[in-house]
């Protein structure tokens, strides 16, 4: 069953959230700090009460989160650009040991139809570069790059 995120759920989505940190650190140690998440109590509990961010659960029979997506309802605001209402997936994630048992494209799914009801022209979200398990796996969901963002690191 998916639904939205309740303040019950904080823990475990601070949980996952480190789930994510650490997958993140191990690629970029230069930019992550290892031992932080995302967003603390007060930040969850703000964006669980806020409609422009919804943070839609996977949950078991148990009602325990097996996975989440962090989404955010945005507006194109640059004046070169068409206007459209788009859902940005900020952050999803898995529980490690319940991957592969389709919770991630389930979540997805939901997403989609929920942004469709509420009349959005896309889902958009990032990838870091060298997360190539979730690049494939968002390549089956049926999501195909739009931009890319470059760098150079500065010694």
């Given at each position: ?44 509990k703000e964006i669980i ?25 945005k507006v194109t605001t ?78």
């Amino acid at each position: 069953m998916i639904r939205r995120a309740k303040e019950k759920d904080i823990n475990t989505l601070k949980e996952l959230l480190s789930e994510v940190l650490n997958l993140h650190y191990n690629i970029r140690p230069d930019i992550f700090a290892k031992g932080t998440t995302k967003y603390d109590d007060n930040d969850l509990k703000e964006i669980i009460s806020n409609d422009a961010t919804p943070i839609f659960v996977y949950v078991d029979s148990k009602d325990e989160v097996l996975g989440y997506a962090f989404c955010q309802i945005k507006v194109t605001t640059s004046i070169n650009m068409q206007k459209h209402k788009i859902l940005y997936i900020d952050d999803l994630c898995v529980k490690e040991g319940m991957r592969g048992l389709h919770i991630g494209s389930s979540l997805i799914d939901y997403v989609k139809a929920y942004a469709k009801k509420i009349g959005c022209y896309e889902v958009t979200l990032n990838v870091w570069e060298g997360n190539d398990n979730a690049k494939k796996f968002y390549n089956n969901m049926g999501f195909k790059v739009k931009e890319t963002q470059m760098e150079i690191i500065l010694d």
